[in-house]
């Protein structure tokens, strides 16, 4: 079942871990390693606050749809620098989530190659 999930949440348009486990991890680095494809990075505790807003009706439907795609607008899944901190290992990107220095190397070989990266992905 595991390969089979894992599968199916490398090969969709649009994935939303809603815990972030290592098969999320691993997943959120396959995609990047795709291409980017679109993987949203929720900040539950964000959410949570909006959601009990919502149902207490302090927030309309369209104010609280509207504020969630504004917050999570930048958290795409796309290309950042791995955060590492030497001093608190355990607190830093772990690398198979975010490849950046295999995408990097992927980058200068295309340009080395004359392709560019939108050519090969």
Not at 22 to 34: C, I, P
Not at 71 to 84: C, D, S, W, Y
Not at 101 to 117: K, M, P, R, V, Y
Request: charged content about 25%.
């Amino acid at each position: 079942m595991a390969a089979l999930d894992y599968l199916i949440s490398l090969e969709s348009d649009i994935i939303v871990p809603t815990y972030y486990g290592n098969m999320a991890k691993v997943v959120e680095g396959h995609r990047r390693f795709l291409g980017f494809k679109k993987t949203i990075e929720l900040n539950r505790k964000f959410l949570v606050n909006l959601i009990d807003e919502y149902y207490e009706r302090l927030l309309s439907w369209e104010v609280f749809s509207t504020t969630v795609k504004a917050f999570h607008g930048t958290r795409m899944g796309g290309p950042k620098k791995r955060l590492v901190i030497p001093s608190k290992p355990k607190e830093e990107d772990y690398f198979y989530a975010n490849p950046y220095e295999c995408l990097q190397l992927l980058h200068e070989n295309d340009n080395d190659n004359g392709n560019s990266q939108e050519e090969t992905m």
